[in-house]
């Protein structure tokens, strides 16, 4: 039976104390919150009237950090920010510096971080999807999308040495190139995940438990998520039809044949539907890119003053050498123009953009990023109210909040 | 840089004939006086369609060249139905740099100007809960300012410590 809405009691502390009512404190160290989140709860009975947010447990002032590092150092911080899919938060850190230096990578790097960027982006529905089963009771659907995981992980470790923390892209390019034995495992990758996906579908689409404890909870409607600055697949699910990837084609995305895929319910349910439809999607883009990868260097030449040359070069030839100390002292360093940009890619989770000021220095003189999971989290209450208990875990898992990106 | 008019610009400029256009990269920008920026910003959503407040930030110019003001606070608008983006700045001044709240056009705008206020200590007038967001509520310095220093000024070790038998 739908429940009532309850209308919106405002600030806890504000309120004029309700003998029946009681408060509840959920988290900061709770399974379901799966990082550290922290919620106050206010009940009636096992009914939400309002909850609060509390968050900052985690914040890690990233943003003071990006100041005090330059262009290439900070990519290890952005690893730190959605950890579920870190080679997201690092094509969007580059792209974003890149925009601001008016540098075009070449295409083997685009194709190359379009791959990296989809692979995460199936790395983090599968860690998603997988989680609300298991908060909503289906452990061992947890561990069928868990599995296939290690695969990504293994790639992402033939590729650049990394498991969790890649730091993969570098001003003007990549790291390394991918091997031969990376692009095998990427194909095989390619042909085992559709498996994986009819695991879950068979286990958990129509499995009635799991929807009954869904549909119809935490609904968002397209006006509110459009006003309350929600994206992605939050966004989508709501029936936004917008998709950074279509809507500003960045690095190659023109180039592929893909969906955006969309729902109307708006419900935790839809959310769910919208992440597993999307993995399928990006395995699409995954395999068109893999196939017609362009031959060609990874990063822009020397010559541009911007990207470190390959250690073979740095070793061996002068000019590597000159450009390798150029780049990386101080007083030398990348040229960057005086100037602002915004810059924004499809993460996972949602728009992730940054706002870069320049100052002409190799470090950025503020570096703002726009994370996904802050504004997803700020319609935490509103999503909650009038639902039980019970239900705030699910809400909680089919957004997604990733705390180390929503305390910054 | 002088920006291509668009219907955007040209309306905001007849609206709005403070407003300074410029571009940069493709990205249409818009600064507006801050005695102005809650008109505009009203103005943007409400006729001109910018019904999406992507991102409010601000940077603190104090170490900037050739910077005339202390802050500058950024919104991304975006128009969802056209696509189109445009990036609106204001800037303001010490002592008690405040702007009026965007909370009433846009709810995205209620945590992002709570963390504005934490971060930077820029007041936004007729924001329904201006707390601090990230940092404790006795933390008394706004860190993301260039007078901060990385390191802090020893507030991690002043935190009070709760002890087992007190807890």
């Keep these: 039976m739908p429940l009532e809405r309850i209308l919106p009691s405002g600030d806890l502390a504000q309120d004029e104390p309700q003998e029946y009512l009681w408060t509840m404190n959920f988290g900061p160290q709770h399974p379901a919150t799966h990082t550290t989140l922290r919620l106050v709860l206010k009940l009636d009975g096992e009914r939400v009237v309002d909850a609060m947010p509390d968050i900052g447990y985690l914040h890690s002032g990233f943003e003071k950090l990006a100041e005090h590092l330059d262009y290439n150092q900070y990519v290890t911080v952005t690893d730190r920010m959605n950890y579920v899919s870190p080679m997201a938060n690092n094509v969007a850190w580059h792209m974003a510096v890149e925009k601001l230096m008016g540098i075009e990578v070449p295409p083997r790097c685009q194709y190359l971080r379009v791959i990296v960027a989809e692979l995460s982006r199936i790395s983090d529905h599968l860690v998603c999807n997988g989680a609300v089963g298991l908060d909503t009771g289906a452990f061992t659907y947890f561990l069928y999308a868990f599995n296939p995981r290690e695969k990504l992980y293994d790639i992402f470790e033939a590729l650049c040495g990394a498991r969790f923390t890649n730091s993969y892209t570098r001003v003007g390019g990549l790291t390394g190139d991918a091997s031969p034995e990376a692009i095998a495992m990427i194909r095989e990758v390619i042909r085992e995940l559709p498996k994986t996906f009819g695991d879950m579908e068979r286990l958990l689409d129509r499995n009635k438990i799991f929807v009954d404890r869904t549909k119809g909870i935490g609904v968002l409607t397209k006006e509110e998520a459009i006003n309350r600055g929600a994206s992605g697949p939050v966004a989508r699910a709501s029936g936004v039809t917008r998709d950074l990837r279509k809507d500003e084609p960045y690095l190659s995305y023109a180039d592929f044949d893909f969906q955006v895929c969309c729902a109307t319910a708006g419900d935790c349910y839809a959310r769910y539907l919208v992440r597993m439809a999307e993995m399928r999607e990006s395995l699409k883009i995954v395999a068109q890119a893999i196939e017609n990868l362009p031959e060609g260097p990874v990063s822009i030449g020397i010559r541009d003053r911007a990207s470190l040359p390959p250690k073979g070069m740095v070793y061996s030839t002068i000019e590597g050498l000159i450009t390798h100390f150029e780049v990386l002292m101080t007083n030398r360093g990348f040229e960057v123009p005086c100037e602002e940009i915004y810059s924004a890619t499809e993460a996972p989770n949602g728009e992730l953009g940054f706002y870069l000021v320049g100052d002409g220095s190799s470090r950025a003189y503020r570096a703002r990023c726009r994370p996904p999971s802050f504004l997803h989290f700020a319609l935490f209450p509103h999503l909650i109210r009038g639902h039980m208990l019970s239900d705030v875990v699910a809400v909680l898992g089919s957004l997604n909040v990733i705390a180390a990106e929503l305390d910054r | ?167």
């Design chain 2, 1 to 167: 840089m002088d920006a291509m008019p668009t219907r955007t610009t040209s309306e905001l400029k007849r609206a709005f004939p403070t407003a300074e256009i410029s571009e940069f990269r493709g990205q249409v920008r818009a600064a507006v006086p801050v005695s102005s920026i809650g008109d505009c910003l009203r103005f943007l959503k409400e006729q001109l369609g910018f019904d999406m407040l992507v991102d409010l930030t601000c940077v603190d110019y104090l170490a900037y060249r050739g910077a005339t003001s202390r802050f500058g606070l950024v919104y991304l608008l975006l128009s969802v139905d056209r696509g189109e983006r445009l990036v609106v700045r204001t800037f303001v001044d010490d002592p008690q740099p405040a702007v009026p709240s965007a909370v009433p056009l846009w709810q995205a705008a209620d945590w992002l100007e709570r963390e504005v206020w934490d971060l930077f200590g820029i007041r936004f007038e007729g924001h329904p809960d201006l707390r601090r967001i990230v940092l404790p509520e006795q933390f008394t310095a706004h860190p993301l300012r260039k007078d901060y220093p990385l390191q802090g000024r020893g507030e991690r070790h002043n935190f009070p410590v709760i002890t087992r038998a007190e807890g």
